[in-house]
């Protein structure tokens, strides 16, 4: 199967085509820790010529793209594309083999502390404190931002209602099922108020009731002027709740831009379909079908 191509149609400003985007090198034009172009439109989160190799694997390859302030973004991409990877670096959690990324114009890897500060994550597959409980662990997270206790509590009070898991507030996180997880780990995310929220599966086994509960936490966010990236395989939900849309695969950017012009009039599932390669068939399977 020939690898897919990105489509140049699909990157209208003020996103980024793939192939026009600066490469990494262009930041060094750029005093230290100033990302080009910033102002005065700065993206929540801008990022230039990423790529990442494991071994012989390239997982990212080369990926640039903006993230509007107060956009509701969603990363979408097969399994294996590169999201995490991409997420990971942007937001200060692994280090690129090359290129650059900016949280509001600062740079995440020149200075991570300030960067870090505008930034709430919700990583995939993060280890979290899980011998505490679920109110110390959103606790512990507050007081690590630095926050006064008095602030903390009230807020670590909100969020648990608001994730409903107040009866579950005094139980190890060890103990939690994989949704419940997901919410504490999103409230510890959250307890800082970021300006930039960057979600890996945010609703990965995650109830439906709790996962409306989150979406519309998230929107409220984002209509006050947050901004939300969000990595998912759901494309329903993608395209009911993002106004921006990526495409990955292959470790590369196919198509971004406001989810109706990604996709096109179609649905976004099958533009997704389309854009990374059509659907995989069962040939070799037919003993599934002999019983
Ligand atoms: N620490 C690592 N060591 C080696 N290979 C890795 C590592 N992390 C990721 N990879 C590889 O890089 C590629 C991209 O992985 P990544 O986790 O970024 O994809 P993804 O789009 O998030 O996938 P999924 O949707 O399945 O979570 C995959 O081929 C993966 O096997």
């Not at 990105?6 to 990157?11: G, M, N, R, T």
């Not at 995490?84 to 670096?89: G, P």
């Not at 200075?111 to 404190?129: S, Y």
Request: aromatic fraction near 4%.
């Amino acid at each position: 199967m020939t690898a897919p191509q990105p489509d140049p149609a699909l990157h209208p400003d003020p996103v980024m085509r793939p192939d026009t985007a600066p490469q990494p090198d262009h930041a060094l034009d750029s005093p230290p820790g100033l990302h080009p172009g910033a102002a005065p439109q700065v993206p929540a989160l801008s990022i230039r010529g990423l790529a990442k190799r494991f071994g012989g694997k390239i997982a990212v390859d080369g990926i640039s793209l903006d993230v509007p302030a107060g956009s509701f973004y969603g990363i979408v991409g097969p399994n294996g594309a590169g999201k995490t990877t991409t997420l990971s670096m942007a937001t200060g959690l692994l280090r690129p083999d090359f290129g650059t990324a900016a949280v509001h114009g600062v740079d995440v890897w020149q200075r991570p502390l300030e960067a870090k500060r505008l930034m709430g994550i919700l990583p995939d597959g993060v280890r979290l404190f899980d011998r505490l409980t679920g109110e110390q662990l959103i606790t512990y997270a507050g007081l690590l931002r630095g926050m006064d206790r008095e602030t903390v509590a009230t807020r670590v009070a909100d969020l648990l209602a608001a994730m409903d898991l107040q009866e579950d507030a005094g139980t190890l996180v060890v103990d939690y099922s994989a949704g419940m997880t997901k919410k504490i780990a999103l409230a510890s995310a959250l307890i800082h108020a970021p300006r930039l929220l960057v979600l890996d599966e945010p609703f990965e086994a995650v109830d439906p009731v709790s996962a409306a509960n989150i979406r519309s936490i998230l929107d409220s966010y984002v209509a006050s002027g947050g901004t939300v990236i969000v990595s998912s395989h759901v494309m329903d939900l993608v395209q009911r709740m993002c106004d921006h849309v990526a495409v990955v695969a292959n470790g590369r950017l196919l198509a971004a831009g406001t989810v109706d012009q990604v996709r096109a009039g179609a649905s976004l599932e099958d533009r997704f379909v389309q854009l990374v390669g059509g659907r995989s068939h069962t040939e070799g399977l037919e003993w599934l079908r002999t019983f």
